[in-house]
């Protein structure tokens, strides 16, 4: 059970980065709004930019330490029960392992390629609204640098959100098979 509450604690934790990452959104929102500018630019960095990004980061990390805790904690507590585990396997491939494999690209990227935030990272304005671009899907992280995309339009907001409702589908069904519903 102490294996389990470790995959549980670490999905907690992401979901406290998430809270982060949307408050330092906001503020930063709210600093570009009290500017009033006549006309919107298409790109904008401000103090707050650093922050969005760290807290992007630190969500990319818990998720992938959800992740991690799963295979080096649980799997080993699991080795006596191959039918459970390959239970929980199969959950984990159907809601999250997608997500976990992403999370694994971007934070093995930003601890031993580049700390964000990277040269003219900034927000993209859009109406307006501040939107924070991220890497498209990385698929060479030995090359980071030459794969490094935006085409898809991908932006800290929305893969955090992505991360979280893939990490937490996956840990309710996780807690059904050792809690069932009665």
């Known amino acids: 059970m102490d294996s389990l509450y470790e995959v549980v604690d670490a999905a907690g934790a992401l979901e406290y980065s998430r809270k982060a990452l949307l408050r330092v959104i906001a503020i930063a929102q709210d600093e570009f709004n009290r500017l009033k500018l006549d006309r919107n630019p298409p790109r904008w960095a401000d103090a707050n930019t650093p922050a969005v990004y760290y807290e992007f980061c630190n969500a990319v990390a818990w998720t992938r330490t959800v992740d991690d805790r799963w295979k080096d904690q649980l799997q080993p507590a699991l080795e006596h029960d191959k039918i459970l585990w390959k239970q929980l396997q199969r959950i984990r491939t159907e809601s999250a392992a997608q997500r976990f494999e ?81």
Do not use: M
């Open 102 to 182: 992403d999370a694994r690209q971007l934070a093995r990227c930003s601890l031993h390629k580049f700390t964000p935030p990277y040269a003219n990272a900034g927000a993209r304005v859009d109406g307006g609204t501040l939107i924070y671009p991220v890497p498209d899907k990385i698929v060479n992280s030995d090359k980071f640098r030459l794969n490094l995309r935006f085409d898809s339009g991908r932006h800290a907001g929305a893969v955090v959100e992505d991360y979280w409702s893939a990490v937490s589908s996956f840990i309710e069904k996780v807690l059904d098979v050792f809690y069932p519903k009665k």
